[in-house]
Each structure stands twice: as C-alpha cells, then as structure tokens.
C-alpha cells in the first residue's frame, strides 16, 4: 500500500489469471491510464499490464528517481529510471547503427540504419509522460489531410473536428496551461468561449529578449512571406488555474501523486530539468490518471509482467488472452509465466512496443502494415551566444516557440517545422554546462574566480533553438522483430529501419538557414557545428547536419477508411481482431509538427468512449 493508501495487485499472475475482465490493457503510459480510467469509472472490471516498476507511486520511490537523476553522470532522459534488463528501455547514450555482419547490438533498439534514431521510451508506471517536456500542442486542422492536400503522407479518416471534443478532455486531463488567443492560427480554432484549465506560463526572459527583435520580422519561403511572432507554448504542468473554465466553475489541478501537495510543489517552481523528471511533480504524468483509475476500485495493476504474446482464436481471429512474464527481480531472468483473460483487450503501450507485441505474435493484418510508417520528429539544432545576459537555465525547459512554419503551401515541396526556444542553454546540443567548465579549464586554463566568471557570463547568455521537423508515413521506416535479437526474458527486441527523406531534409535546409537569419537580428554569436562522425549527422546539397530524435513514436499501426489501407479503423479497432483495440501514437497516419502526447491523449478518448460503447452491449 503506498502513501495514498491504493493497494496494488501483487506481482502475482495466479491471482489475475483467474478472473475474467472486461478489458485488458497492456502499459500503463498516459494511453493505458486514461482507457483505464474511463472504463473503471463506469463499474467495468480492468487489468492493466505494466512490463515496468510501480514504485513510483509511493513518495519514497519517486524520491528514488529524482535522486538517481541528481547523481547519474549521463542526464539523459532515461537517466532516472534504474537498467532493467526485462523490460529494457532505449537510450540515447546506446544508440549506433548495426554493422553488416555484427552478431549483437548494444542498446534495447537493433537500428539496421540507413539513419540510427536516438529516440527514447521508459517503460514504468506512467510510461513514457514520466521523462517528456510537456509541450502539449493541438495538431492543425491540415495536418490531418496531409496527402488529399499536399500529396505527401496519409490521410487521417477522422478531421480536427472530430477529434475537437476528445483535445477538450485531454487538456482537462492533462491540466494544460495556455491562452486561447496565443493558440489561434493556421486553422487551430476552439469553440466560442473555451479557455484552458490554466493559464498560460509566463514567458521567460529569454524569451522576452528573443521577441523583442524578432516580433513582426518577415522571412521567405516558397514565394510566401511569414511574419514571425514569438507565442507561448501549451503546457501539461501545472500553472495557475484558470477561473473561467467550465463555466465558472474553475479548475482544481493535480499536484504530487501521493505525499502531501503543499510539500512538493502544487505549482511548477521553474525547475529547468523537467525532462526527464519533474523534482515537484509538478509536471503532468500518467502516473495522476492512472491514481484516478485505482481509486474506482475497479482497476488492478499487475506492475514487473511483460506482455510476451497475443492468443488468437483461430477460427474467428478474436483475442483470447495475452501470455506474460512475471518477474520478481529485474536483475533476473527468472519469471512466472502465464496468461491473462479478458473480454477485450487494449494495447497501448507505445507505437514501437505495440508493433513488437503484435509481430511476435504472429498478427500481421491484412494491410500488411503492422510495424510500417515509423514516424519521429527530427529536431536540428541551432545554438549560440545572446550579446547580453537573458538568465538563461531559469524556468521550463521551453516556454515559448515560433509556429508560423506548421502549414502552408510549402508543404508540397518540405516538410512544416515549428521552433522552440530552448531555456535550459546548450544541454541537449552540446552537455552544457559540463562542455563549457571542460572548455573554459582545457582549452582557455581558466581557474577560481576567472572560471567563475566566464561560466556565468557564457551560460546566461546561452540560446537554442530546436527545429521539430514533420517526417510523413513511409512503410520503409518500421519496426521488425528477428529471432537473433532478444532481451533477457528472451522477448524480441525492436528492429528499426529508419531514414529521412528528401522532403524532411528539405527542412532541415531551410531550418539550418532560418536560423543564421533569426541569430542575425538578434546579434546571437553563432556556435553551431555539425560533427561528420556523429550518428545523426546526414548531408543535403553539399551540406551536413546533425539530427536528433524527438522521442515521438508513431505510426506502427495507422487508422485508415479499409483493411486493405490500414490496421485499425477510426475507432482503433484491429481490423483482423475485432475484440482488439490499438491506441495511442501508433494510430497516427501523421503527426505534423506537434508533440504527439495530447493528440495520442484524445485518440485515447475516442477510442475509450467506443469500448464503453462495446462494453455496454456485451
């Protein structure tokens, strides 16, 4: 029992195996925990399969994460979260490309190439929402109907206002902080009277110093000519609740998961590492709608069992129960195997897990499709020195960004981008501060209060600025499975193929040029360098650049119109399976230029309100 006083189930698949659900569901990510959630509330008997730690839960073993971030060497976004060695997590600091030949690869991800991806996923309670920054964007009303529009991609079968009640549920939600008036453009449009739960977080300085000098300025492309405008990012952490929503009636936002909210921070308290974790809780996580989901008293958790196979009915192709692996101890191999039941079952783990679990077991779907159309967001970027002090790594990692770039005509031709500015320095392109203290020491012998000094005067006055770049759906980019390559419960590990094409490098380019002209007028001291030897670098008409993974899987089992076309219908039900369900990112046939967590929040939605529907009539 932790500190809220939620009993979880035991590690025991003897005790779940006996019941039959009404739904099973595999992860408990921000997708799982709101299916979760949504049918506990409704009296429905749910299981939720966890391959990760739940300790988390508890005040102490939050405490433990945040500790092993504050002392781990490497802060990547992986970082807090001990090695488990039976359900593996990616990291950024493992990814390199498979060689020809090689029998092994370092890493939970084999990358087959032609481009090594260093993106990454956690695998604990939560899921992945317990290291992403919380940018918590609508996609634009285009982006659903990127092929019908601009040739490239897939379409979606459902459009923006489909999905415009399910964004309105994911923002409750998620508590999401922002202003209506900020978040109006290129097509994003709310109901008359809507405001968020909270409002907007306040701009940083440095964000105050870059719009300045870039507000009103104007750049070409494709014989377009774009206004620029410095506008306040939609944030899933917890600002000040905003006492117009819902009529009135305000909003209560959700502090820690459990220990007492006034100790940890109710409000975010500008903490710059809340990638990979938020010290305060302040931070949405799925951890919160998972806590809700328990306390229905309908739901159970089964933490440290990984989902190892679907059975299928041959007769009618309907899922009959999915084989796990319990362990009791992740340094182990040793496990207990077993099978849970259910009437339904959800697979939300993440678009890379969700593919591996369906193509080792066999479920392959008429369209062929099952891990296909791979998408991330290539981020470039572009960093250099302000001329004066802007307190850099003060506030959230990134308030406020560029957005004139999303859609447009262009789109035929280049992928659309969007530009963040980053409060948090250099770290993500170059280690900062640890580069700049070797830097400062090695190469200039600075020491005492000189080093001081100029590693105060090179820090605040750091800018980055990351180009997240749209990648549309291309079956070349997958996720396969190969016998060669398991984990230590001797599960498949995740074989990618991955590339970027021409129409996405095409904005890289463009990004790379924008950039030099944005740093121009802000008199930034230009110290971008793209490294030859580096595992993302790439070239474009004659020049190079270094990308980096967004950590936005989607795409490995689209929605689609057919069977023929697609995995799932609009509704995220297997076409093949018609008692399973596949939610989340992984539905996504595009993902534009937004970060997927609130969009995949309100497929998660959609796709709950049709299984409340299917429950019912059972």
Known sequence: MNQSGIHFSPVNWKTVSEILYDAVIVGSGVAGSIVAKELGEQGFRVLVVEAGPEKDMSLAGFKEYVDRFHASVEKDNNSPFPQNPNAPSPRSTDTRKLTPGEPGAGGYFVQKGPLALDSSYTRVAGGTTMHFQATTLRMTPEDFK??????????????????????RQAEFELGVSANVEDQVYQGIHFEPGYVYPMRRMP????????????????????????????????????????????????????????????????????????????????????????????HSGNVDLLSQAVASRIR????????????????????????QQGEVRGKLFILSANA?????????????????????????????????????????????????????????????KQSAFRIDIHNEGWGWATGSPYSDLADIVDNKNKHGKELRRQLIDRISRQL????????????SNRVTIDPRYKDQLQNYRPVLSFNISDYCLGALAYARETSRRIFQRLGVEDCT???????????????????????HFAGTHVMGTSKQSSVVDRHQRSWDHDNLFLIGAGS???????????????????GASHILDELRKS
């Open 529 to 551: 360098h793209y490294d030859p030897s580096d595992y993302g670098y790439v070239s474009y008409q004659g020049e190079g650049y270094v990308f980096r993974g967004g950590n």
């Open 203 to 294: 701009p940083s300085y440095l964000d105050q110093a870059v719009a300045k000098r870039i507000d009103g300025s104007t750049v070409e492309l494709d014989g377009q000519t774009m206004s620029l405008k410095v506008r306040s990012i939609p944030q899933g952490r917890n600002g000040i609740p905003n006492p117009q929503y819902d009529g009135g009636r305000g909003y209560v936002p959700v502090g820690a998961v459990s220990g007492h909210q006034s100790e940890l921070g109710q409000r975010c308290q500008g903490n710059a590492n809340c990638t990979p974790i938020c010290p305060v809780q302040a931070k949405y996580d799925g951890r919160k709608t998972l806590n809700k989901a328990l």
């Open 146 to 167: 990127l092929r019908s529009k601009y040739g490239q991609g897939l379409d979606w079968p459902i459009d923006y206002e489909d999905l415009m009640p399910y964004y």
């Open 312 to 335: 299928i009915d041959p007769d009618n192709g309907r899922v009959t129960g999915i084989e796990i692996k319990a362990y009791p101890d992740a340094a182990s191999p040793e496990c």
């Open 352 to 412: 890379v897990e969700n593919a591996r679990l369906m193509l080792a077991s066999g479920l392959r779907s008429t369209s062929g499709l099952v891990g296909k159309n791979l998408m991330d967001h290539p981020y470039l970027l572009a960093w250099g020195l302000m001329p004066e002090v802007t307190g850099t790594m003060r506030g959230p990692l990134s308030t406020s960004g560029i957005e004139e770039f999303r859609t447009g005509p262009f789109r035929r």
């Open 464 to 475: 980055l600025l990351a180009f997240m770049c749209e990648l549309p759906a291309d079956p």
């Open 588 to 606: 996504m046939p595009s993902i534009g230029s937004s970060n997927t967590t609130l969009t995949l929040s309100a497929l998660s939605f959609l």
